[in-house]
């Protein structure tokens, strides 16, 4: 079955920086367009990072310029690098694949 595993959540103060990582597995990882969403309490989930196969990515206006994202197909890992946190970029982060498999989400908390 199709799983995908989020890790490198955490706490960070801001203007601090992590990379998130979501292990993919039973799927055709390189021909999956890969998302990254968040979740913040009481808001909706929202995209955050989108990479295409063809490995072309989009971001939200949030975000764009400090977050990266990236893929290793031979790893069939997506990235998220994601530098000058802000507290407003706390968050449940969610890993997609094809805008259909989710992955459990990981926690990122920014504070000072």
């Known amino acids: 079955q199709v799983q995908l595993v989020e890790s490198g959540g955490g706490l960070v103060q801001p203007g601090g920086s992590l990379r998130l990582s979501c292990a993919a597995s039973?799927?055709?990882?390189?021909?999956?367009?890969m998302t990254w969403y968040r979740q913040a309490p009481g808001n909706q989930r929202e995209m955050v990072a989108d990479?295409?196969?063809?490995?072309?990515?989009e971001y939200s206006s949030s975000v764009k310029g400090r977050f990266t994202i990236s893929r290793d197909n031979a790893k069939r890992i997506v990235y998220l690098q994601m530098n000058n946190l802000a507290p407003e970029d706390t968050a449940v982060y969610f890993c997609?694949?094809?805008?259909?498999?989710w992955g459990q989400g990981t926690q990122v908390t920014v504070f000072s």
């Open positions: 990479i295409t196969a063809a490995n072309i990515t």
């Open positions: 039973g799927i055709l990882f390189n021909m999956y367009r």
């Open positions: 997609n694949a094809g805008r259909t498999h």
